[in-house]
Nanobody, 128 residues
């Protein structure tokens, strides 16, 4: 079956860095666009970043632009989220998600409905 397993979360001081990984199995990874979302306590899940199958096209929520970078390694079926200059408000559970490369993904990449599979999440806590 399809599995998305996130890792790399933890506790970090403000200004620090973390690199999240999401290992994907059970699907043809190169055919899937990948996204990262996050959810802080008491809030809705929020889009963070997306990368199309080719790896050449990415999108970010404004609050992380210039600090976070999404990347993928199709040979290892893994997507990454490099997070630099972390802020207290980045504290959340981070989820990776996979979306089959359909034509409508361009319109839904920032929404939960745009994705077919989800990981269980990894906690990121930034201390101020």
């Amino acid at each position: 079956q399809v599995q998305l397993v996130e890792s790399g979360g933890g506790l970090v001081q403000a200004g620090g860095s973390l690199r999240l990984s999401c290992a994907v199995s059970g699907l043809t990874f190169s055919r899937y666009n990948m996204g990262w979302f996050r959810q802080a306590p008491g809030t809705a899940r929020q889009f963070v970043a997306a990368m199309w199958t080719s790896g050449g096209k990415t999108r970010y929520v404004d609050s992380v632009k210039g600090r976070f970078t999404i990347s993928r390694d199709n040979a290892k079926n893994t997507v990454f989220l490099q997070m630099n200059s972390l802020k207290f408000e980045d504290t959340a559970v981070y989820y990776c998600a996979a979306a089959l490369n359909r034509q409508d993904y361009n319109g839904y990449y920032y929404t939960e409905r745009g994705y077919d599979y989800w990981g269980q999440g990894t906690q990121v806590t930034v201390s101020s």
